[in-house]
């Protein structure tokens, strides 16, 4: 599902770049098997105020790499408005998101 590996790449992003610091704490609590509340509030703070970057992050990696999606996409925009044009965003976000999650593995 698309959807779904964008999702993985914007928490993979918040865990090793935006929320590093706290997604260490949550990692270090779980396995010591703590009930981790403070640690998981913590996290998703930092998730919710680090949100904006991530999509920042991810909307830079499509205008860097994914030139035909981003095309698609700004193409869409101006001939039927931005709110008809999901599936294009969609699958820029896509297309970004598969290159941040390969960039992890290697």
């Known amino acids: 599902m698309e959807d779904g590996e964008v999702q993985q790449a914007a928490s993979l992003l918040l865990r090793v ?4 610091r706290q997604a260490a704490a949550l990692a270090r609590c779980i396995q010591t098997g703590g009930s981790c509340e403070d640690a998981r ?3 998703a703070t930092c ?3 680090k949100s904006g970057d991530v999509v920042r992050a991810m909307v ?3 205008s860097k790499n994914c030139s035909t999606e981003v ?3 700004e193409r869409c925009k101006r001939e ?3 709110d008809e044009c999901g599936s294009q965003d969609l699958a820029a976000l896509t297309c ?3 290159l941040v999650l390969h960039s992890a593995k290697t």
């Open 17 to 20: 770049k935006y929320c590093r």
């Open 41 to 43: 509030a913590a996290f």
């Open 71 to 73: 095309a698609a996409f």
């Open 47 to 49: 998730s919710e105020m």
């Open 60 to 62: 830079a990696v499509a």
């Open 80 to 82: 039927r408005g931005e």
């Open 96 to 98: 970004a998101a598969r």
